[in-house]
């Protein structure tokens, strides 16, 4: 199974007016995902799934996606990733969708990052820049998981391949504040 994760792209600041989960994407936001999801498209993604946060900058950022790639199902809402979502929640999530060969999910930071981290046994935590994409190759053999990335997406459309281009991608210091994002 391909498993894409996407951190939802730039959103608008925080305030004291707008709640968390209302928080929308920025003009910025989503004229840069567009480019994103074109990027995607050219490299003939075909969901079965997309699954986002019920947060509105990741229903947008979904949206946005599934609109450019001419997805033909429903973005489904998953509420935990809008919480505290770790990979162990994720793979008990995933036996219980129906069969899927690729499936998206669109969520937040420092969640995705973790949960990468640990799919990928990278000791240090990982970090997903806003609007960027994360394609993760899972296979079960004999009970056991292996997983393997198979590329990043960066937030201004830019492929990258490679383990070590990958991960040094990943893995660099976060230069924004670590909120939940």
């Known amino acids: 199974m391909k498993l894409h994760i996407i951190r939802h792209a730039q959103a608008i600041a925080h305030s004291p007016e707008i709640s968390d989960e209302q928080r929308t994407l920025s003009c910025r936001g989503r004229r840069r995902f567009r480019q994103v999801a074109a990027t995607l498209k050219k490299l003939e ?57 690729e499936i998206i999910i669109v969520g937040h930071e420092p969640d995705l990052g973790a949960i990468i981290a640990e799919l990928l046994s990278i000791a240090v935590p990982c970090r997903l820049a806003r609007g960027s994409s994360v394609t993760i190759k899972l296979t079960e053999k004999n009970g056991l998981l292996s997983t393997e990335i198979l590329q990043i997406v960066t937030g201004t459309g830019k492929v990258l391949t490679g383990r070590h281009r990958t991960q040094e991608r990943l893995v660099q210091t976060p230069l924004v504040r670590e909120e939940k994002s």
Do not use: H, M, N, Y
Request: with cysteine.
């Open 45 to 101: 993604i075909d969901p079965d799934l997309i699954i986002t946060s019920p947060k509105a900058r990741a229903l947008q950022t979904a949206e946005i996606l599934a609109e450019t790639i001419d997805f033909s199902g429903e973005v489904q809402i998953a509420p935990i990733l809008g919480e505290l979502c770790t990979a162990t929640d994720l793979l008990q999530i995933l036996p219980s969708l129906p069969c899927s060969d």
